[in-house]
Each structure stands twice: as structure tokens, then as C-alpha cells.
């Protein structure tokens, strides 16, 4: 694991709130310059928890520059559930894939928790992204990193058992979105046994089986809303070894 991937970028908006973001987002990945005109953007928006923010095969086209907060990103089964595709946190942009072609959405957002965003419309957006050529850049690069991450754990939970699979979700997401806590780190949103199931691409009594071996082992405990990662090291031997 690279030590920046753990890594924050403290910023501030034009109104001189700080914030707080991973590098691995879109906002984390830029220089205050940079940020400062996306972050000019649109108009500022607080979700409470629970709230969906954009609804799969919606015809609405506007996207949201997350601020703080954490998003579930779901789709609809064929036989009716809720699949969890991805998560989403401050720094990182949700409902631009729609922005950008105009389709109907592809998925749906739903607040984790408090939610602060700026809800920036297409045309905006798209004349924005005529006009600075190198955040255009910074965009394009964040979707297709979005669709190799897809791909990807598509291809490498190819002929794992179940328990390497809840592994590598709970590595991935302590990766990106958790809060660094000695050896290890804290994943503060909540993710039910359910949404780590379709996650993980397993049925939810052998995910219930695969966590209580994850803490057997000392690599995680689990408690109210969170998951703690105890040793980083640990987890990703037992993901990736």
C-alpha cells in the first residue's frame, strides 16, 4: 500500500472553510489554485442522512462536488435489491457520468450521514470544463480511474473464496476512505452485512462467517456503524497473500 493513499489534502473554499479530502479524490488531487474555480461552482447543498440525492434512470442531468459526507452508490438487481456498486466521500464527484452524456442515471446516491455538496447543472459544467482544459483533464481521469476500479474487482475476485473477498473490500474501502488510527484505520460510514455482501459478490450468511474470521484473526473488529481496521498489514496479508 502506497503511503499516499491514505493520505489527506487540507483545503479551504472561497468562503475560507476548511475541508479535508483524500488525494485519491478528484478535490485531493488538485492544487488550492486549481480547486479554488470547480469550488466557485454551482450552489452549496446539506442532505441529512438517508437522503437519495440522485435516482437510477432519472432523465435529471446536474452533478454534485461532495464537500464532506459519505454517499452509498447503488443499483437495481433484476430480481428487485439494492446491489452497493461503490462508495463515495468529500472530495470526490457524484452524477457526472449523466453530466457528461446527457443519459438517464446510472445508478442511485444516497447520503450516509450529513452531506455538504455544490449542485452544479450540465450546462455549467460542461462550459466549465471548455473553459479549464485542466480540470477537464482531472475529471476525465477520475471516471476512467472510477471504471478500472470496477473492472478491476470484477477480474481479481475471480476464483477467490468468499473470506479473500470481504478482505479485499474491507482493504479497498479502509484504502481509500479510512481515517488512519495507529496501525490500522477506522471506516466511520455505515455498511450493513448486505451491502458488504454485494460488495464482496457472496451471499450474506457466508460474508457473516468471513467477518467473524477477520476478527478471529486480530485484522478487524466491528462495532456500531464501524469498522476498524487493526492492522492494515495484517488485512491486506490475509487479502492478498
Not at 462508495?87 to 457528461?100: K, S
Not at 472510477?146 to 477467490?160: E, H, Q, S, Y
Not at 495507529?182 to 450493513?192: F, H, K, Q
Given at each position: 500500500m502506497a503511503a499516499d493513499d491514505r493520505s489527506r489534502r487540507d483545503g479551504d473554499d472561497p468562503s475560507g472553510r476548511a475541508w479535508t479530502w483524500p488525494l485519491s479524490s478528484l478535490l485531493g488531487s488538485l492544487s488550492a489554485a486549481e480547486r479554488e474555480p470547480l469550488l466557485t461552482l454551482g450552489t452549496e447543498v446539506r442532505y441529512p442522512a438517508n437522503r437519495v440525492l440522485l435516482r437510477e434512470s432519472d432523465r435529471t442531468d446536474?452533478?454534485?462536488?461532495?464537500?464532506?459526507?459519505?454517499?452509498?452508490?447503488?443499483g437495481r438487481t433484476h430480481d428487485h435489491r439494492d446491489a452497493l456498486l461503490?462508495?463515495?466521500?468529500?472530495?470526490?464527484?457524484?452524477?457526472?457520468?449523466?453530466?457528461?452524456?446527457g443519459r438517464p442515471r446510472s445508478a442511485t446516491v444516497t447520503s450516509c450521514g450529513q452531506v455538504t455538496a455544490?449542485?452544479?447543472?450540465?450546462?455549467?459544467?460542461?462550459?466549465?470544463?471548455?473553459?479549464?482544459?485542466?480540470?477537464?483533464?482531472?475529471?476525465?481521469?477520475?471516471?476512467?480511474?472510477?471504471?478500472?476500479?470496477?473492472?478491476?474487482?470484477?477480474?481479481?475476485?475471480?476464483?477467490?473464496?468468499?473470506?479473500t473477498r470481504v478482505a479485499r473490500v474491507i482493504h479497498q474501502i479502509a484504502v481509500t476512505y479510512g481515517e488512519p488510527?495507529?496501525?490500522?484505520?477506522?471506516?466511520?460510514?455505515?455498511?450493513?452485512?448486505?451491502?458488504?455482501?454485494?460488495?464482496?459478490?457472496?451471499?450474506?450468511?457466508?460474508?457473516?462467517?468471513?467477518?467473524?474470521?477477520?476478527?478471529?484473526?486480530?485484522?478487524?473488529?466491528?462495532?456500531?456503524?464501524?469498522?476498524?481496521?487493526?492492522?492494515?498489514?495484517?488485512?491486506?496479508?490475509?487479502?492478498?497473500?
Open positions: 446536474f452533478l454534485l462536488v461532495l464537500l464532506a459526507g459519505v454517499v452509498k452508490v447503488t461503490a462508495v463515495r466521500m468529500g472530495g470526490d464527484l457524484v452524477g457526472e457520468f449523466a453530466a457528461v452524456d455544490r449542485t452544479v447543472s450540465r450546462p455549467a459544467f460542461l462550459d466549465f470544463m471548455r473553459r479549464e482544459p485542466r480540470i477537464a483533464q482531472a475529471v476525465n481521469a477520475s471516471i476512467v480511474t472510477k471504471l478500472r476500479a470496477a473492472n478491476d474487482r470484477r477480474i481479481d475476485f475471480t476464483g477467490c473464496d468468499t473470506a488510527a495507529g496501525a490500522g484505520a477506522v471506516i466511520r460510514w455505515p455498511i450493513t452485512q448486505p451491502e458488504l455482501a454485494t460488495l464482496s459478490g457472496a451471499a450474506e450468511p457466508t460474508v457473516h462467517k468471513a467477518l467473524r474470521r477477520l476478527r478471529e484473526s486480530g485484522a478487524v473488529t466491528t462495532g456500531y456503524r464501524t469498522i476498524r481496521v487493526e492492522s492494515m498489514a495484517l488485512l491486506e496479508t490475509i487479502a492478498y497473500s
